[in-house]
């Protein structure tokens, strides 16, 4: 069984950077589509970025230019790297992994059958 575990999220300021990382164990990581979503506090869980198994990548217009995902699929984990943090990026961002093969990169929360308990992230202004 395939689970997921997010780490490195935390409180910092306005302009301030973070990695959260996804460790994955108990499947073939190799074969997944992974992504990443956010959720802010009465807000509905939204898409962030996703990366394939060869390492194509799709990100959220509102992230674009200041997150980058990316994977190494030897440690079996996955990366979002954040830079220059926003108040408003403030959520539990959430690790998501799609098992079915073959198939495209998806901004769909319903697509991904595997996630994460979540890492708190705080930006202060």
Known sequence: ????????????????????????????????????FRQAPGKEREFVAAISRSGAYVTDNSVKGRFTISRDNAKATVYLQMNSLHPEDTAVYYCAAELRVGVRISARKEEYGVWGQGTQVTVSS
């Open 1 to 36: 069984q395939v689970q997921l575990v997010e780490s490195g999220g935390g409180l910092v300021q306005a302009g301030d950077s973070l990695r959260l990382s996804c460790a994955a164990s108990g499947g073939a990581f190799n074969n997944y589509i992974m992504g990443w």
